[in-house]
Nanobody, 112 residues
Framework: QVQLVESGGGLVQPGGSLRLSCAASGISFSRASMGWYRQAPGKQREWVALITSVGSTNYLNSVKGRFTSSRDNAKSTTYLQMNSLKPEDTAVYYC??????WGQGTQVTVSS
């Protein structure tokens, strides 16, 4: 059974930072690309970042230079470091793995 469990969301002021974690089980983590998506209120879910099995990364244009995805294969965990957060980054963030597996989501709110 595949499980993706996100953590690390919260309320942060504009310009602040958060690090999201996604702990995976039930998949061959070291061989899997892992992704992050987000969904803001009233909007469609959008792709944010991808990290391949060999650590190559790709990002949504609006988060390039501010967000960094990484992974720890020994812990079967992927991370999303989010810096210089903006109010428009407010959303529920979801972890994704191939096979269309999704985590439960973690809320990120950027507000003063």
């Amino acid at each position: 059974q595949v499980q993706l469990v996100e953590s690390g969301g919260g309320l942060v002021q504009p310009g602040g930072s958060l690090r999201l974690s996604c702990a995976a089980s039930g998949i061959s983590f070291s061989r899997a690309s892992m992704g992050w998506y987000r969904q803001a209120p009233g909007k469609q879910r959008e792709w944010v970042a991808l990290i391949t099995s060999v650590g190559s990364t790709n990002y949504l244009n609006s988060v390039k230079g501010r967000f960094t995805s990484s992974r720890d294969n020994a812990k079967s965990t992927t991370y999303l470091q989010m810096n210089s957060l903006k109010p428009e980054d407010t959303a529920v963030y979801y972890c994704w793995s191939p096979g269309e597996y999704w985590g439960q989501g973690t809320q990120v709110t950027v507000s003063s």
